[in-house]
Protein backbone atom coordinates (compact mmCIF):
# COMPACT_ATOMS: atom_id res chain seq x y z
CA UNK A 1 0.00 0.00 0.00
CA UNK A 2 3.08 2.33 0.94
CA UNK A 3 4.61 1.38 -2.42
CA UNK A 4 0.82 2.50 -4.25
CA UNK A 5 1.18 5.71 -2.61
CA UNK A 6 -1.92 4.92 -0.41
CA UNK A 7 -2.25 6.77 3.01
CA UNK A 8 -2.57 4.70 6.08
CA UNK A 9 -5.78 4.76 7.57
CA UNK A 10 -6.09 6.56 10.56
CA UNK A 11 -7.36 3.12 12.50
CA UNK A 12 -7.41 -0.35 11.43
CA UNK A 13 -9.54 -1.90 13.90
CA UNK A 14 -9.75 -5.52 14.34
CA UNK A 15 -13.20 -7.80 15.21
CA UNK A 16 -11.64 -9.79 17.58
CA UNK A 17 -11.02 -6.12 20.17
CA UNK A 18 -14.09 -4.98 19.09
CA UNK A 19 -16.27 -7.70 20.33
CA UNK A 20 -17.48 -5.83 23.44
CA UNK A 21 -18.93 -3.42 21.02
CA UNK A 22 -20.67 -5.68 19.01
CA UNK A 23 -22.37 -7.29 21.97
CA UNK A 24 -23.56 -4.28 22.82
CA UNK A 25 -24.94 -2.84 19.15
CA UNK A 26 -26.58 -6.48 18.92
CA UNK A 27 -28.62 -5.80 22.47
CA UNK A 28 -29.61 -2.56 21.26
CA UNK A 29 -31.27 -4.15 18.38
CA UNK A 30 -32.96 -6.70 20.58
CA UNK A 31 -34.19 -4.33 22.96
CA UNK A 32 -35.43 -2.29 20.06
CA UNK A 33 -37.66 -5.67 18.85
CA UNK A 34 -35.69 -5.72 15.51
CA UNK A 35 -33.82 -8.89 16.16
CA UNK A 36 -34.72 -11.98 18.34
CA UNK A 37 -32.62 -14.94 19.90
CA UNK A 38 -32.85 -18.58 18.90
CA UNK A 39 -30.57 -21.71 20.65
CA UNK A 40 -27.81 -19.54 20.78
CA UNK A 41 -28.23 -17.50 17.51
CA UNK A 42 -29.37 -14.33 16.91
CA UNK A 43 -31.00 -13.44 13.68
CA UNK A 44 -31.93 -9.78 12.31
CA UNK A 45 -35.59 -9.27 11.55
CA UNK A 46 -36.11 -8.01 8.29
CA UNK A 47 -39.70 -6.97 8.05
CA UNK A 48 -38.92 -4.20 10.95
CA UNK A 49 -36.77 -2.36 8.76
CA UNK A 50 -39.20 -0.89 6.46
CA UNK A 51 -36.81 0.44 4.34
CA UNK A 52 -34.87 -2.97 3.64
CA UNK A 53 -33.56 -2.82 -0.29
CA UNK A 54 -32.81 1.14 -0.44
CA UNK A 55 -29.54 0.47 -1.28
CA UNK A 56 -29.48 -2.26 -3.82
CA UNK A 57 -33.23 -1.63 -5.13
CA UNK A 58 -33.87 -5.54 -4.54
CA UNK A 59 -37.53 -6.01 -2.78
CA UNK A 60 -37.78 -8.17 0.14
CA UNK A 61 -40.36 -10.22 -1.79
CA UNK A 62 -37.81 -11.05 -4.65
CA UNK A 63 -34.99 -11.94 -1.98
CA UNK A 64 -35.20 -15.50 -2.90
CA UNK A 65 -33.24 -17.32 0.09
CA UNK A 66 -32.27 -21.14 -0.06
CA UNK A 67 -31.89 -21.27 -3.62
CA UNK A 68 -28.50 -21.82 -2.87
CA UNK A 69 -28.25 -23.08 0.60
CA UNK A 70 -31.05 -24.91 3.15
CA UNK A 71 -33.07 -22.01 4.75
CA UNK A 72 -32.76 -22.09 8.77
CA UNK A 73 -36.31 -23.25 9.48
CA UNK A 74 -35.50 -21.27 12.58
CA UNK A 75 -36.32 -18.32 11.19
CA UNK A 76 -39.30 -16.00 10.74
CA UNK A 77 -38.87 -14.60 7.69
CA UNK A 78 -36.16 -16.76 4.98
CA UNK A 79 -34.65 -13.21 4.54
CA UNK A 80 -33.55 -13.04 8.05
CA UNK A 81 -29.75 -12.85 8.52
CA UNK A 82 -27.60 -13.87 11.45
CA UNK A 83 -26.43 -11.09 13.83
CA UNK A 84 -24.50 -14.04 16.51
CA UNK A 85 -23.64 -17.17 15.70
CA UNK A 86 -23.72 -20.26 18.08
CA UNK A 87 -20.22 -21.61 19.10
CA UNK A 88 -19.81 -24.70 16.79
CA UNK A 89 -16.44 -26.85 17.63
CA UNK A 90 -13.53 -26.10 16.64
CA UNK A 91 -14.35 -22.26 15.87
CA UNK A 92 -13.07 -19.33 17.98
CA UNK A 93 -16.20 -18.17 20.13
CA UNK A 94 -16.61 -15.40 22.52
CA UNK A 95 -19.20 -15.48 25.72
CA UNK A 96 -22.48 -13.52 25.52
CA UNK A 97 -25.59 -13.00 26.64
CA UNK A 98 -26.91 -16.16 24.29
CA UNK A 99 -24.27 -17.89 25.21
CA UNK A 100 -20.97 -18.52 23.42
CA UNK A 101 -20.49 -17.79 19.76
CA UNK A 102 -19.15 -15.90 17.37
CA UNK A 103 -20.53 -12.06 15.38
CA UNK A 104 -22.49 -12.63 12.57
CA UNK A 105 -20.79 -10.90 8.97
CA UNK A 106 -22.35 -7.64 8.72
CA UNK A 107 -22.34 -6.41 12.54
CA UNK A 108 -18.92 -6.09 12.88
CA UNK A 109 -18.94 -3.28 10.07
CA UNK A 110 -22.00 -1.36 11.92
CA UNK A 111 -20.47 -1.51 15.56
CA UNK A 112 -16.07 -0.44 14.83
CA UNK A 113 -17.64 2.31 11.83
CA UNK A 114 -20.29 3.74 15.11
CA UNK A 115 -17.03 3.18 17.67
CA UNK A 116 -15.03 5.73 15.42
CA UNK A 117 -17.11 7.80 12.94
CA UNK A 118 -20.14 7.66 14.61
CA UNK A 119 -23.21 6.31 13.61
CA UNK A 120 -23.39 9.35 10.99
CA UNK A 121 -20.67 9.51 8.32
CA UNK A 122 -19.64 10.70 5.11
CA UNK A 123 -18.08 7.97 2.86
CA UNK A 124 -18.85 4.12 2.42
CA UNK A 125 -16.39 2.30 0.67
CA UNK A 126 -16.52 -1.75 -0.91
CA UNK A 127 -16.81 -3.95 -3.77
CA UNK A 128 -19.63 -3.66 -5.43
CA UNK A 129 -20.33 -7.27 -5.28
CA UNK A 130 -20.96 -6.22 -1.55
CA UNK A 131 -23.88 -3.99 -1.71
CA UNK A 132 -26.34 -6.93 -1.53
CA UNK A 133 -26.67 -8.31 1.01
CA UNK A 134 -23.42 -6.68 2.94
CA UNK A 135 -24.24 -3.43 2.54
CA UNK A 136 -27.87 -3.67 2.57
CA UNK A 137 -27.88 -5.52 5.94
CA UNK A 138 -25.25 -3.06 7.48
CA UNK A 139 -28.07 -0.87 6.78
CA UNK A 140 -30.76 -2.42 7.96
CA UNK A 141 -28.73 -3.16 11.26
CA UNK A 142 -26.93 0.07 11.83
CA UNK A 143 -30.58 1.70 11.41
CA UNK A 144 -32.40 -0.64 14.30
CA UNK A 145 -29.66 0.39 16.71
CA UNK A 146 -29.97 4.05 16.00
CA UNK A 147 -32.72 5.46 14.30
CA UNK A 148 -30.04 8.87 13.11
CA UNK A 149 -27.57 6.66 11.11
CA UNK A 150 -26.76 7.73 8.04
CA UNK A 151 -24.02 7.56 5.41
CA UNK A 152 -24.05 10.30 2.79
CA UNK A 153 -21.92 8.21 -0.27
CA UNK A 154 -22.02 5.10 -1.00
CA UNK A 155 -18.94 3.97 -3.28
CA UNK A 156 -18.50 0.95 -4.57
CA UNK A 157 -15.57 0.24 -6.87
CA UNK A 158 -15.49 -2.12 -9.55
CA UNK A 159 -13.42 -5.35 -9.77
CA UNK A 160 -9.85 -6.04 -11.48
CA UNK A 161 -10.60 -8.95 -13.69
CA UNK A 162 -8.39 -11.59 -15.80
CA UNK A 163 -9.82 -11.92 -19.62
CA UNK A 164 -13.05 -10.12 -17.98
CA UNK A 165 -12.97 -12.82 -15.50
CA UNK A 166 -13.53 -11.76 -11.98
CA UNK A 167 -9.34 -12.54 -10.23
CA UNK A 168 -10.22 -14.66 -7.10
CA UNK A 169 -8.23 -17.29 -5.16
CA UNK A 170 -10.31 -20.27 -6.16
CA UNK A 171 -10.74 -19.68 -10.03
CA UNK A 172 -6.61 -19.30 -9.05
CA UNK A 173 -6.35 -16.04 -11.88
CA UNK A 174 -5.11 -13.53 -9.45
CA UNK A 175 -1.76 -11.27 -9.43
CA UNK A 176 -0.37 -9.96 -6.01
CA UNK A 177 0.76 -6.50 -6.31
CA UNK A 178 3.50 -7.76 -4.91
CA UNK A 179 4.15 -9.83 -7.89
CA UNK A 180 3.06 -7.10 -10.31
CA UNK A 181 5.84 -4.18 -9.05
CA UNK A 182 8.50 -6.66 -9.17
CA UNK A 183 8.80 -5.85 -13.25
CA UNK A 184 6.67 -2.82 -12.96
CA UNK A 185 6.69 0.64 -11.15
CA UNK A 186 4.21 0.92 -8.22
CA UNK A 187 3.29 4.45 -10.53
CA UNK A 188 2.78 2.86 -13.40
CA UNK A 189 0.43 0.05 -11.48
CA UNK A 190 -1.85 3.25 -9.53
CA UNK A 191 -1.44 4.52 -13.45
CA UNK A 192 -3.26 1.87 -14.82
CA UNK A 193 -5.28 1.47 -11.63
CA UNK A 194 -7.19 5.01 -12.23
CA UNK A 195 -6.94 4.87 -15.89
CA UNK A 196 -11.15 3.62 -15.52
CA UNK A 197 -13.92 4.85 -13.20
CA UNK A 198 -13.30 3.15 -10.35
CA UNK A 199 -17.17 2.13 -10.40
CA UNK A 200 -16.41 0.10 -13.02
CA UNK A 201 -14.65 -3.62 -14.16
CA UNK A 202 -10.44 -2.86 -14.90
CA UNK A 203 -9.71 -5.72 -17.48
CA UNK A 204 -5.94 -6.68 -16.75
CA UNK A 205 -3.77 -6.66 -19.82
CA UNK A 206 0.35 -6.29 -20.13
CA UNK A 207 -0.48 -4.15 -22.83
CA UNK A 208 -1.86 -1.37 -20.73
CA UNK A 209 0.71 -1.90 -17.94
CA UNK A 210 3.27 -1.07 -20.61
CA UNK A 211 1.11 2.35 -21.64
CA UNK A 212 1.04 3.16 -18.19
CA UNK A 213 4.38 2.50 -17.68
CA UNK A 214 5.70 4.66 -20.91
CA UNK A 215 3.06 6.80 -20.18
CA UNK A 216 4.59 7.34 -16.27
CA UNK A 217 8.02 7.97 -17.62
CA UNK A 218 6.63 10.83 -20.26
CA UNK A 219 5.52 12.81 -17.06
CA UNK A 220 8.41 12.56 -14.83
CA UNK A 221 10.79 12.86 -17.81
CA UNK A 222 9.27 16.21 -18.45
CA UNK A 223 9.45 17.46 -14.84
CA UNK A 224 12.96 16.63 -14.90
CA UNK A 225 13.45 18.37 -18.06
CA UNK A 226 12.00 21.37 -16.48
CA UNK A 227 13.90 21.00 -13.61
CA UNK A 228 17.31 20.56 -15.57
CA UNK A 229 16.00 23.80 -17.75
CA UNK A 230 15.28 25.92 -15.01
CA UNK A 231 18.50 25.35 -12.90
CA UNK A 232 20.60 27.56 -14.56
CA UNK A 233 17.93 30.30 -14.02
CA UNK A 234 18.55 29.91 -10.47
CA UNK A 235 21.78 30.13 -9.40
CA UNK A 236 24.10 33.81 -9.56
CA UNK A 237 23.00 36.50 -11.54
CA UNK A 238 20.41 34.60 -13.36
CA UNK A 239 18.47 34.37 -10.32
CA UNK A 240 18.45 37.71 -8.70
CA UNK A 241 17.22 39.01 -12.02
CA UNK A 242 14.04 36.80 -12.48
CA UNK A 243 13.73 37.75 -8.68
CA UNK A 244 13.66 41.15 -9.33
CA UNK A 245 11.38 41.06 -12.44
CA UNK A 246 9.43 37.81 -11.90
CA UNK A 247 6.02 39.76 -10.45
CA UNK A 248 6.05 42.25 -13.31
CA UNK A 249 6.58 39.64 -16.13
CA UNK A 250 2.74 37.76 -17.12
CA UNK A 251 2.94 34.35 -17.99
CA UNK A 252 2.81 33.81 -21.69
CA UNK A 253 -0.82 33.32 -23.07
CA UNK A 254 -0.66 29.62 -23.62
CA UNK A 255 0.53 28.63 -20.32
CA UNK A 256 -2.48 30.87 -18.99
CA UNK A 257 -4.60 28.85 -20.84
CA UNK A 258 -3.29 25.70 -20.26
CA UNK A 259 -3.80 26.51 -16.30
CA UNK A 260 -6.80 27.75 -16.44
CA UNK A 261 -8.05 25.02 -18.66
CA UNK A 262 -6.23 22.12 -16.34
CA UNK A 263 -7.01 23.48 -13.27
CA UNK A 264 -11.49 23.60 -14.63
CA UNK A 265 -11.08 19.96 -16.16
CA UNK A 266 -9.24 18.56 -12.87
CA UNK A 267 -12.35 20.08 -10.89
CA UNK A 268 -15.14 19.00 -12.96
CA UNK A 269 -13.68 15.80 -13.54
CA UNK A 270 -13.05 14.95 -10.00
CA UNK A 271 -16.72 16.69 -8.78
CA UNK A 272 -18.26 14.26 -11.34
CA UNK A 273 -18.05 11.05 -9.15
CA UNK A 274 -13.88 10.94 -8.70
CA UNK A 275 -14.16 10.40 -13.09
CA UNK A 276 -10.07 10.27 -12.89
CA UNK A 277 -10.14 7.92 -16.02
CA UNK A 278 -9.89 11.12 -18.32
CA UNK A 279 -7.85 13.37 -16.29
CA UNK A 280 -4.38 12.14 -17.57
CA UNK A 281 -5.62 12.86 -21.50
CA UNK A 282 -6.57 15.92 -22.54
CA UNK A 283 -6.14 19.12 -20.70
CA UNK A 284 -2.96 17.30 -18.56
CA UNK A 285 -1.13 16.00 -21.87
CA UNK A 286 -1.60 19.83 -23.21
CA UNK A 287 -0.31 21.37 -20.33
CA UNK A 288 3.11 18.85 -20.53
CA UNK A 289 3.27 19.64 -24.30
CA UNK A 290 3.15 23.16 -23.38
CA UNK A 291 6.12 22.88 -20.65
CA UNK A 292 7.82 21.01 -23.61
CA UNK A 293 7.34 23.56 -25.56
CA UNK A 294 8.52 26.37 -23.26
CA UNK A 295 11.85 24.51 -22.72
CA UNK A 296 12.57 24.65 -26.74
CA UNK A 297 12.18 27.86 -26.65
CA UNK A 298 13.91 28.74 -23.61
CA UNK A 299 17.10 27.19 -25.24
CA UNK A 300 16.84 29.70 -27.98
CA UNK A 301 18.27 33.23 -27.44
CA UNK A 302 15.49 35.74 -25.81
CA UNK A 303 15.27 39.25 -24.83
CA UNK A 304 14.92 39.02 -21.00
CA UNK A 305 11.60 40.01 -20.30
CA UNK A 306 10.38 37.13 -22.87
CA UNK A 307 13.09 34.69 -21.04
CA UNK A 308 11.62 35.91 -17.44
CA UNK A 309 8.17 35.34 -18.99
CA UNK A 310 8.78 31.84 -20.08
CA UNK A 311 10.29 30.87 -17.20
CA UNK A 312 7.86 32.03 -15.01
CA UNK A 313 5.31 30.40 -17.30
CA UNK A 314 7.44 26.76 -17.08
CA UNK A 315 6.93 26.99 -13.10
CA UNK A 316 3.46 27.56 -13.20
CA UNK A 317 2.61 25.08 -15.33
CA UNK A 318 4.80 22.65 -13.54
CA UNK A 319 3.48 23.54 -10.62
CA UNK A 320 -0.26 22.62 -11.73
CA UNK A 321 0.85 19.25 -13.10
CA UNK A 322 2.54 18.85 -9.87
CA UNK A 323 -0.93 19.30 -7.83
CA UNK A 324 -3.17 17.15 -9.80
CA UNK A 325 -0.11 14.42 -9.58
CA UNK A 326 -0.13 14.93 -5.77
CA UNK A 327 -3.67 14.70 -5.81
CA UNK A 328 -4.13 11.33 -7.14
CA UNK A 329 -1.20 9.74 -5.62
CA UNK A 330 1.26 9.69 -8.44
CA UNK A 331 3.75 11.70 -6.68
CA UNK A 332 6.27 9.89 -4.62
CA UNK A 333 8.29 11.85 -1.74
CA UNK A 334 11.74 10.64 -3.77
CA UNK A 335 13.00 13.36 -7.17
CA UNK A 336 12.12 13.18 -10.46
CA UNK A 337 15.50 11.64 -11.26
CA UNK A 338 15.24 8.81 -8.94
CA UNK A 339 11.84 7.89 -10.29
CA UNK A 340 12.98 8.03 -13.63
CA UNK A 341 16.04 5.37 -12.47
CA UNK A 342 13.71 3.24 -11.07
CA UNK A 343 11.48 2.52 -14.04
CA UNK A 344 14.40 2.62 -16.02
CA UNK A 345 15.73 -0.30 -13.98
CA UNK A 346 12.07 -2.00 -14.02
CA UNK A 347 12.30 -2.26 -17.95
CA UNK A 348 15.80 -3.49 -17.86
CA UNK A 349 14.72 -6.46 -15.63
CA UNK A 350 11.23 -6.79 -18.13
CA UNK A 351 13.69 -7.20 -20.90
CA UNK A 352 16.53 -9.62 -19.62
CA UNK A 353 19.17 -6.94 -19.90
CA UNK A 354 21.46 -5.26 -17.85
CA UNK A 355 22.59 -1.30 -18.15
CA UNK A 356 26.03 -3.00 -19.21
CA UNK A 357 24.41 -5.12 -22.02
CA UNK A 358 22.63 -1.90 -23.52
CA UNK A 359 25.32 0.04 -23.34
CA UNK A 360 27.34 -2.20 -25.40
CA UNK A 361 25.09 -2.68 -27.70
CA UNK A 362 24.60 0.84 -28.05
CA UNK A 363 28.59 0.79 -28.80
CA UNK A 364 28.35 -2.31 -31.41
CA UNK A 365 25.28 -0.20 -33.23
CA UNK A 366 27.81 3.13 -33.39
CA UNK A 367 30.64 0.67 -34.76
CA UNK A 368 27.97 -1.01 -37.09
CA UNK A 369 26.57 3.10 -38.47
CA UNK A 370 30.34 3.67 -38.55
CA UNK A 371 31.63 1.71 -40.76
CA UNK A 372 28.02 2.13 -42.57
CA UNK A 373 26.41 -1.63 -42.08
CA UNK A 374 22.90 -0.04 -41.35
CA UNK A 375 21.01 -3.31 -41.66
CA UNK A 376 22.92 -4.35 -38.63
CA UNK A 377 22.86 -0.95 -36.53
CA UNK A 378 18.36 -1.13 -37.68
CA UNK A 379 18.39 -4.21 -36.11
CA UNK A 380 20.27 -4.01 -33.16
CA UNK A 381 17.73 -1.09 -32.80
CA UNK A 382 14.60 -2.86 -33.67
CA UNK A 383 15.48 -5.77 -31.36
CA UNK A 384 15.86 -3.65 -28.44
CA UNK A 385 12.25 -1.95 -29.18
CA UNK A 386 10.89 -5.08 -29.37
CA UNK A 387 12.21 -5.85 -25.72
CA UNK A 388 10.91 -2.14 -24.35
CA UNK A 389 14.07 -0.18 -25.11
CA UNK A 390 14.19 2.75 -27.49
CA UNK A 391 17.59 4.38 -28.66
CA UNK A 392 17.65 7.84 -29.30
CA UNK A 393 20.39 10.34 -31.41
CA UNK A 394 20.96 13.16 -29.43
CA UNK A 395 23.46 14.97 -30.63
CA UNK A 396 26.29 12.85 -31.33
CA UNK A 397 25.35 10.68 -28.21
CA UNK A 398 23.19 7.75 -28.40
CA UNK A 399 20.93 7.09 -24.89
CA UNK A 400 17.76 4.75 -23.93
CA UNK A 401 14.62 4.91 -22.00
CA UNK A 402 11.72 2.64 -21.77
CA UNK A 403 9.13 2.07 -24.39
CA UNK A 404 5.60 0.30 -24.90
CA UNK A 405 7.18 -3.17 -26.56
CA UNK A 406 6.89 -2.76 -30.42
CA UNK A 407 4.77 -5.72 -30.69
CA UNK A 408 2.92 -4.81 -27.37
CA UNK A 409 2.03 -1.50 -29.04
CA UNK A 410 0.85 -2.83 -32.78
CA UNK A 411 -1.62 -5.03 -30.41
CA UNK A 412 -2.64 -1.88 -28.97
CA UNK A 413 -3.06 -0.14 -32.10
CA UNK A 414 -5.33 -3.43 -33.44
CA UNK A 415 -7.67 -3.55 -30.51
CA UNK A 416 -8.72 -0.41 -28.71
CA UNK A 417 -11.38 -1.14 -26.22
CA UNK A 418 -13.52 1.75 -24.95
CA UNK A 419 -13.88 2.32 -21.01
CA UNK A 420 -16.79 0.63 -19.76
CA UNK A 421 -19.63 3.03 -18.63
CA UNK A 422 -19.17 3.70 -14.49
CA UNK A 423 -23.13 2.15 -13.12
CA UNK A 424 -25.14 4.65 -11.38
CA UNK A 425 -23.72 5.72 -7.98
CA UNK A 426 -25.95 4.56 -5.16
CA UNK A 427 -27.20 7.18 -2.32
CA UNK A 428 -27.98 6.90 1.08
Known amino acids: MTDLQCLIPTHQPRVTDHVEQIKDMITQIIEKDCAYAVEGDVFFAVNKSPNYGQLSGQRL ?65 GGIDLIFPHHENEIAQSCAACEESSVSYWMHNGHVTNNNEKMSKSLGNFFTIRQITERYHPLALRHFLISAHYRSPLNYSVSQLESSSDAVFYIYQTLQDCEDALLPF ?97 FPPCTCAEVLQQLKGKALKRAGLTEDDVMSLIEDRAVARKSQDFKKSDQIRTDLSARGIALMDVGKETVWRPCVPVENEEKAKTVVEEPTPPPQAASS
Open 234 to 330: QEGSLKEGAGQNANLVAITADAQKCISRLHEDFETKMSDDLNTWPLLTGAFQEALKVVNGSLGMLKKKQQKKQQFSLIRSVTEVKKEVTEVLRILGL
Open 61 to 125: ENNRAGERVAVDSRKRNPADFALWKAAKPGEPSWESPWGPGRPGWHIECSAMSAQYLTFKFDIHG
